[in-house]
């Protein structure tokens, strides 16, 4: 696809989008974005502990207690799904460790007007969750994998479990799952030399690789010198493929897709810190401690959709909540340099 052809179809996807958020108030921000994808984290507990995404001390977790439970997930979702939401992902910690994983699923797959649901999963445990998954109703999966060498992934989880991952990946593509997303934070000197290996894993294969871009998150230890840009990964890949092409995409993906000719699978590039895409952002967040937030690298100004639960609040009431938390997103982030100074959870305790 030409250049030319990619800007008309965004510019054709972001008036219907337009149109559509002018009947709709609750989901549709100051600037016009209308937000018809939720993210909810299940649990802040995960079985690695990913260099980029877990403190080296750890964290502390919030109790069972103030997690939300599992009818409360299914109703803060039945708000979103009744304003427009179309997409929810399940993401954690790790949402397979939690124990009524498939119930979540399940009672999601009821609501009408939900048109995907989806997770986020470092697949460890997924050889022997899958199918049960996707007889609850599971339409897509993220599976999450920084490297193709056994003991280097054991440098970045500070765990075991490389060859569990990679067979997830098998049985997801053998269950029919069309592309399998496999998400792929690079970090510069330690996994950047295996970027042409990942692409090459689309060769033969429905993969979708997604190389995202390194943020800073509270204890990640992130600086500019450990981050590999998209442009510096696009021309890694351009000197053994020179002719990988752009693919279009719908106007809020927030992966930028290309293809070598004559693969399979595809690859995609987030690009969060050298080209941020907050203009097209159609994201909403609900924490496992059930807190809204409206931007990833929204800091402060998280509101409790869990407390107003428990405390008897109305439909209405709740949708008021969400409508002003919604009018309160900002344009776009900070920027590169000042989001590594913001306060903020780590990423662990976000959701994925």
């Not at 439970?69 to 708000?79: G, N, Q, S």
């Not at 998280?302 to 407390?307: M, P």
């Not at 938390?325 to 959701?351: C, D, T, W, Y």
């Amino acid at each position: 696809m030409n250049d030319l052809n990619f800007l008309l179809l965004q510019v054709q996807q972001f008036k219907e989008l337009l149109h559509k958020s002018k009947n709709n108030g609750m989901l549709t921000d100051s600037f016009g974005r209308y937000h018809t994808y939720l993210r909810i984290s299940v649990t802040e507990r995960c079985n690695l502990r990913c260099l980029y995404c877990m403190p080296a001390e750890g964290v502390t977790l919030t109790k069972n207690d103030g997690i939300l439970r599992t009818e409360e997930i299914i109703k803060i979702a039945d708000l979103f799904v009744k304003e427009g939401v179309r997409k929810i992902r399940l993401t954690g910690g790790e949402p397979t460790v939690r124990k009524d994983i498939v119930d979540i699923i399940a009672g999601l797959k009821e609501l009408p007007g939900l048109k995907q649901i989806a997770i986020t999963t470092n697949g460890l445990t997924l050889t022997r969750q899958l199918p049960s998954l996707q007889r609850a109703g599971l339409d897509a999966i993220n599976i999450s994998l920084d490297t193709l060498k056994e003991y280097r992934f054991e440098q970045f989880t500070r765990r075991k479990g490389w060859s569990r991952v990679v067979g997830a990946i098998d049985l997801a593509i053998q269950l029919g799952y069309n592309p399998v997303k496999v998400n792929c934070v690079v970090l510069k000197g330690f996994n950047d030399d295996e970027i042409i290996n990942f692409v090459n894993l689309t060769k033969d294969r429905p993969i979708d690789v997604r190389f995202i871009e390194y943020m800073p998150f509270q204890g990640n230890d992130w600086n500019e010198n450990k981050m590999v840009s998209f442009d510096s990964m696009k021309r890694t890949i351009r000197d053994v493929y020179p002719d990988l092409c752009r693919l279009p995409t719908e106007y809020n993906e927030t992966s930028k897709a290309y293809r070598v000719p004559g693969f399979r699978g595809q690859v995609g590039f987030i690009t969060s810190m050298s080209q941020h895409f907050c203009d097209t952002c159609n994201r909403l967040r609900i924490t496992a401690d059930g807190n809204l937030k409206v931007c990833l690298f929204e800091g402060k100004g998280e509101v409790s959709l869990r407390d107003a639960l428990r405390n008897g609040a109305s439909d209405e009431s709740l949708k008021e909540m969400i409508g002003m938390a919604v009018r309160r997103k900002k344009k776009q982030h900070a920027g590169m340099f000042n989001l590594s100074q913001m306060e903020n959870r780590p990423m662990i305790l976000i959701g994925g």
